[in-house]
Nanobody, 126 residues
Framework: QVQLVESGGGLVQAGGSLRLSCAAS????????MGWFRQAPGKEREFVAT????????VYADSVKGRFTISRDNAKNTAYLQMNSLKPEDTAVYYC???????????????????WGQGTQVTVSS
């Protein structure tokens, strides 16, 4: 069992930055891939970014590529999502999740993630 707690969300003006954190419990955190997803009001939850268990590979949604950076610190059982140049369309509840999947292309799918956090709200004003 892995428990995930997101933090770092808030209200920011367009063009600003936020860093989300995802703290994980459990000794096996370092063996899991980590993903960030988001759900805007009235929309389905969508993929944002993912990072493999050792941080060696990352994938981003086209909508955030070049603006967001996913990283992890296995010694701290924590993953991060640095969000720069934020836009109003980035407004959403952001969720982190973990997956035992090792094939990078599968990590874009929500159904391969076994454990999810409760989410943190990010609001970007124009």
């Amino acid at each position: 069992q892995v428990q995930l707690v997101e933090s770092g969300g808030g209200l920011v003006q367009a063009g600003g930055s936020l860093r989300l954190s995802c703290a994980a419990s459990g000794r096996t955190f370092s063996t899991y891939a980590m993903g960030w997803f988001r759900q805007a009001p009235g929309k389905e939850r969508e993929f944002v970014a993912t990072i493999t268990w050792n941080g060696g590979n990352t994938v981003y949604a086209d909508s955030v590529k070049g603006r967001f950076t996913i990283s992890r610190d296995n010694a701290k059982n924590t993953a991060y999502l640095q969000m720069n140049s934020l836009k109003p369309e980035d407004t959403a509840v952001y969720y982190c999740a973990v997956s035992a999947q090792v094939q990078l292309y599968r990590l874009l799918r929500q159904d391969v993630y076994a454990y999810w956090g409760q989410g943190t709200q990010v609001t970007v004003s124009s």
